[in-house]
Antibody, heavy 117, light 108 residues
Framework: QVQLVESGGGVVQPGGSLRLSCAASAFTSSIYGMHWVRQAPGTGLEWVAFTLYDGSYKYYGDSVKGRFTISRDTSTNTVSLQMNSLRAEDTALYYC??????????WGQGTLVTISS | SYVLTQPPSVSVAPGQTARITCGGNNIGSYSVHWYQQKPGQAPVLVVYDDSDRPSGIPERFSGSNSGNTATLTISRVEAGDEADYYCQVWDSNSNHVVFGGGTKLTVL
């Protein structure tokens, strides 16, 4: 069983930056990678970013590409999301999720990011 | 970019069968995963690779995928199944995860 705990959320002004972290209790032997997924209030799930477990490939959603950077530290079982040039529409609950090759099988409880002046 | 279309809502009486669809162009060629999200909780994977269930998910949850439609079927629906359900695929053309818009299942 993998437990994921996100941290780093908060209130930031438009144009500001924030760094989210996701600490994993362990990674399964079948881990493929880690994702960040967000959910704005009252809306559906939006995929944000993915990193292959070894960091060799990283992919981003169109709305965050060029502003957000995903990284991982396998020595500490941590995945981070550096968010720059934040906009009001980035306001959401941000989840990290562990991925085998078959779906996002473990999710954290999320950390809330609010962009407001 | 690839688009997945779900009905906004589905209603079903307790004990009946709920079917939630997920439409996409030639979705049958993709592996589809389904998530259940209850209010205030993180999503939970309930079906992966079209029709497989993670451990701990009741056999009442099943999936199918063919042509342009994938379907999540919940048999013998219970009040506790009331939740939002999302389908998801990996689009290898864009290297993007794609979620459907979600379907709210209401148990009457």
């Amino acid at each position: 069983q993998v437990q994921l705990v996100e941290s780093g959320g908060g209130v930031v002004q438009p144009g500001g930056s924030l760094r989210l972290s996701c600490a994993a209790s362990a990674f399964t032997s079948s881990i493929y990678g880690m994702h960040w997924v967000r959910q704005a209030p009252g809306t559906g799930l939006e995929w944000v970013a993915f990193t292959l477990y070894d960091g060799s490939y990283k992919y981003y959603g169109d709305s965050v590409k060029g502003r957000f950077t995903i990284s991982r530290d396998t020595s500490t079982n941590t995945v981070s999301l550096q968010m720059n040039s934040l906009r009001a529409e980035d306001t959401a609950l941000y989840y990290c999720a562990h991925s085998s090759s078959s779906g996002l099988d473990y999710w954290g409880q999320g950390t809330l990011v609010t962009i407001s002046s | 970019s690839y688009v997945l279309t779900q009905p906004p809502s589905v209603s079903v009486a307790p004990g009946q069968t709920a079917r939630i669809t997920c439409g996409g162009n030639n979705i049958g060629s993709y592996s589809v995963h389904w998530y259940q999200q209850k209010p205030g909780q993180a999503p939970v994977l309930v079906v992966y690779d079209d029709s497989d269930r993670p451990s701990g998910i009741p056999e009442r949850f099943s999936g199918s995928n063919s042509g342009n439609t994938a379907t999540l079927t919940i048999s013998r629906v219970e009040a506790g199944d009331e939740a939002d359900y999302y389908c998801q695929v990996w689009d290898s053309n864009s290297n993007h995860v794609v979620f459907g818009g979600g379907t709210k299942l209401t148990v009457l």
